[in-house]
């Protein structure tokens, strides 16, 4: 099983601040398919990123990812009062398919 | 509009069953692979079992092997999970989801999680 371990646990910022999430995996994710997820209370996770940086339907660019084999980040350019959530990555090349423990964007 | 629903959930007894049901829309549910998520009070993401486009290729969770049944209708569109010996642990809110086409299997494909419902709210609990 693929452990995904993200860092940090919280981040407390402003809006307009620029954020970068880490997502690191026990082993190489095969062809980077490793997925974000963003998650409002009460809500459902929402999907923001797949095979590393591409940003599903609807996702503004400043939302942006980049990495390979264990290593791994989602980037918010300049955060905005509705991106203030918790982001989850996700590796979906290898069954299990396995969540990281999830990071919390807060405001400062 | 491409839409997932959860039904099913409620306050079951430790030992217990229970079937949640999610009902799908706006997209051609058998060419999709599905799987269910939890996740319990407070805590993360966690998947719980997947079924391959039309039924072929079943995986569960450790945690729940043995316990748990997935199945789907592609006649009705709709997903389900049959859920015995429930313990406290799984409580949780259940959510189902939908698998993009990334990668092929043989006659299945798996992918990011790209459509997911709502959630329904199993408790476990006395």
């Known amino acids: 099983e693929i452990v995904l371990t993200q860092s940090p646990g919280t981040l407390s910022l402003s809006p307009g601040e620029r954020v970068t999430l880490s997502c690191r995996a026990s082993?190489?994710?095969?062809?980077?398919?490793v997925a974000w997820y963003q998650q409002k209370i009460g809500q459902a996770p929402r999907l923001l990123m797949s095979a590393t940086s591409r940003r599903a339907t609807g996702i503004p660019d400043r939302f942006s990812g980049r990495g390979a084999g264990t290593d791994f980040t989602l980037t918010i350019s300049r955060l905005e009062p509705e991106d203030f959530a918790v982001y989850y990555c996700q590796q979906y090349g290898l069954s299990p398919w396995t969540f990281g423990q999830g990071t919390k964007v807060e405001m400062k | 509009e491409v839409k997932l629903e959860e039904s099913g959930g409620g306050l079951v007894q430790p030992g217990g069953s229970g079937r949640l049901s999610c009902a799908a829309s706006?997209?051609?549910?058998?060419?999709?692979?599905m799987i269910w998520v939890r996740q319990a009070p407070g805590k993360g993401l966690e998947w719980v079992s997947f079924i391959g486009s039309r039924g072929s290729t079943i995986y569960y969770a450790d945690s729940v092997r043995g316990r748990f049944t997935i199945s789907r209708d592609d006649a009705k569109n709709s997903l389900y999970l049959q859920m015995t010996s429930l313990r406290a642990e799984d409580t949780a809110v259940y959510y189902c989801?939908?698998?993009?086409?990334?990668?092929?299997?043989?006659?299945?494909?798996?992918?990011?999680?790209?459509?997911w419902g709502h959630g329904t709210t199993v408790t476990v609990s006395s």
């Open positions: 082993q190489s994710i095969s062809s980077s398919y």
């Open positions: 989801a939908k698998m993009g086409q990334e990668l092929w299997f043989g006659n299945y494909s798996t992918g990011a999680m790209d459509v």
């Open positions: 706006g997209f051609f549910f058998s060419s999709f692979s």
